[in-house]
């Protein structure tokens, strides 16, 4: 048995998490598909990909790391960035540190939802590939057995954004210097009641040229073991045209706001990786810490990511592409968003490289190889829903749903 055929047998067939997680993997799919809304299929599927991600967010949520707000309504918030959302669509920045889960513990989901994604697109337009979850030192395999086809992916992923839940609320008080009983306006606090009481996501919508939030419910969380309550509440809040029109012109200006580190639109500070404002009012209590700083870049635009991800792919063709195979071995970066930020500086100058093997050690031209000797891409793909950079006909045939 060669290198591939071992890296084959140690992988493990993708599968959701849960029933519900497939159901509403499935779905988004279905939607993304049928619903013009004014974008790409790549951009839809991108967008959707965080709304599933989000729901590994809202199942691990405690009473814990809940804001008080009362803006426009009394009412606890749990961000997933380090301020008050409500308040920063104002252009107005109040500290609170983000629920985020660890990466240690949305790690796997978010590979897992994304070769999820993958399968299921490869399945609807009838492309015969297999995807698997792939051992060291591969992330994701996709492969054809009877074409003898292979990709070898490193996975790099991360959503653009999680919208806020929130939970109506009393009139939050309490009593001033002079012991004179007011109204809160912020405070970090435990929301006693995220069981058994209704759960919103905050929708930023544009209302004649302002940025207000707009909830939609997603249910109820039955019991403090309760991990389907996103998705049931996902799953029916998806079929609501409303939210998804809203929710897309929201993820679409987001996105472009990021690509261009745009922060004329105040949503921008609802994204991964905004960073920080130039001027924070002077009661912001973070310190030198950032809305959202560039650990959480979006897809694979982390330049760490990018620097080990080059590395690997490296790595991947040598050891797959030199084999004395019947295999046709493939390699790449896989990912949700193309790095949009960082491209032209780490990917630009050696997206066309290629390479081969001598033991030759003055070589100056092309001309002093054998010319029997095989090149290699270094990339045969950059492969993202918002956009590909492929050299190989193969994953490009079967990538080609996702032509912008």
Not at 15 to 31: C, G, N, T
Not at 123 to 150: G, S, W
Not at 268 to 282: H, M, Q, R, V
Not at 309 to 322: F, S
Request: glycine letters at 4%; hydrophobic letters at 35%.
């Amino acid at each position: 048995m060669n290198w591939i055929e071992t890296i084959i047998k140690k992988s493990t067939p993708i599968e959701a998490y849960s029933r519900k997680e497939d159901e509403l993997v499935s779905l988004l799919l279905d939607i993304a598909r049928s619903e013009n809304l004014n974008c790409s299929l790549g951009t839809k599927l991108a967008a959707f990909y965080d709304l599933a991600i989000s729901c590994v967010y809202y199942t691990n949520i405690t009473n814990t790391g809940w804001l008080y707000c009362n803006l426009n309504s009394p009412k606890l918030i749990l961000p997933f960035v380090n301020c008050c959302p409500e308040h920063a669509l104002q252009g107005d920045y109040v500290f609170h540190k983000s629920s985020k889960p660890t990466s240690a513990k949305i790690g796997q989901a978010t590979t897992r939802i994304l070769l999820l994604f993958y399968q299921k697109l490869f399945a609807l337009y009838d492309k015969d590939l297999k995807v698997l979850k792939a051992t060291e030192p591969a992330d994701a395999i996709f492969y054809n057995k009877q074409e003898k086809n292979i990709f070898l992916g490193e996975i790099k992923s991360s959503p653009l954004l999680t919208l806020a839940l929130c939970s109506p609320c009393e009139i939050q008080t309490t009593y001033d210097n002079d012991y004179n009983i007011i109204e809160i306006k912020h405070s970090t606090m435990s929301n006693p009641f995220i069981i058994g009481k209704e759960l919103f996501v905050e929708v930023p919508v544009k209302i004649n040229g302002v940025w207000k939030t707009k909830n939609y419910s997603i249910g109820i969380k039955s019991s403090a073991t309760d991990e389907d309550f996103a998705y049931d509440g996902l799953i029916k809040l998806i079929q609501d045209k409303n939210f998804i029109k809203d929710y897309m012109d929201y993820w679409t200006v987001s996105f472009d706001a990021y690509c261009k580190k745009d922060d004329t639109e105040n949503i921008f500070w609802l994204t991964n990786a905004c960073g920080k404002p130039s001027k924070l009012p002077k009661d912001w209590t973070g310190g030198v810490t950032c809305i959202s700083d560039e650990k959480t870049s979006v897809g694979m635009d982390r330049t760490d990511d990018i620097k080990k991800g080059i590395y690997q792919v490296l790595k991947l063709g040598a050891e797959g592409k030199l084999e004395e195979t019947e295999w046709k071995c493939k390699v790449g970066i896989l990912s949700n968003i193309h790095p949009a930020r960082h491209f032209n500086a780490y990917l630009k100058p050696i997206k066309d490289l290629i390479w081969t093997i001598t033991n030759n050690k003055n070589i100056e031209f092309a001309k002093d190889l054998d010319p029997n000797l095989p090149m290699y891409n270094l990339f045969d793909g950059i492969i993202t829903f918002t956009d590909n950079y492929i050299r190989d006909k193969w994953i490009m045939d079967n990538l080609n749903m996702l032509k912008k």
